[in-house]
């Protein structure tokens, strides 16, 4: 008897933690997926005074090189660079960033993967209708480097810290800028924009935070 209450206490005292009171750890992280992006643009030398050559559903990063004169464009050394501003506006007040990560889907890649792929904040404001010579400045101040991304998945870059400024208002929130280093011949990632007919395929950019008021 003494030996079955016993196993019925130990029992209840397992399941109580379960069943009797919320388990959730206080301060658990959130997460939310942003892909409104206030403004976006795609820029290159080849074609300076020209904004989103092309179209406006995919961006360049990176260098194109070919041995191409013609009356519109200049393709012997193109640099190609994009620009991104992102809606942090569904973004709560006072809470603690804990990650942001970028998602830029790779349509196609071209060239040999030379270099790096480089991304720094903006400084000032800037339009979506400029070209490449006027293109707005960029801080080297916390920039990011990463590898060239694989085509036909996600290139996932790591903008904690710049998200965290934009946050915290410590830097205006211009947005960021990608191209690339360090890049002798043609090597050129596509990725598609907001605009892309695929929703699917769209940038996101998903940030974990801690919400310290709970």
Not at 164 to 179: A, S
Not at 197 to 207: E, F, V
């Amino acid at each position: 008897m003494k030996t079955s209450l016993i196993l019925a206490v130990a029992f209840c005292t397992l399941i109580y933690p379960v069943f009797g009171h919320d388990t959730t750890p206080k301060n658990a992280h959130d997460t939310l997926i942003i892909k409104e992006i206030s403004k976006e643009l795609y820029v290159c030398t080849c074609k300076p005074n020209t904004s989103n050559p092309g179209g406006n559903q995919i961006y360049f990063q990176g260098k194109y090189k070919k041995d191409l004169v013609t009356e519109e464009a200049n393709y012997t050394d193109c640099d190609e660079r994009f620009l991104i501003l992102w809606n942090l506006s569904k973004l709560p007040e006072g809470v603690e960033i804990i990650e942001a990560k970028m998602e830029l889907y790779c349509l196609e890649f071209a060239g040999v993967k030379q270099g790096q792929l480089i991304y720094e904040y903006i400084t000032e404001p800037w339009n979506e209708d400029i070209g490449f010579i006027k293109k707005p400045k960029t801080s080297i101040n916390g920039r990011i480097l990463t590898d060239w991304p694989k085509p036909r998945q996600y290139h996932i870059i790591d903008i904690t810290d710049f998200i965290k400024n934009w946050y915290h208002k410590k830097i205006p929130n211009y947005g960021l800028m990608g191209y690339s280093i360090n890049t002798e011949t043609t090597s050129s990632a596509i990725f598609c924009t907001s605009k892309y007919l695929d929703s699917s395929l769209r940038p996101k950019l998903t940030i974990i935070y801690k919400n310290n008021k709970d």
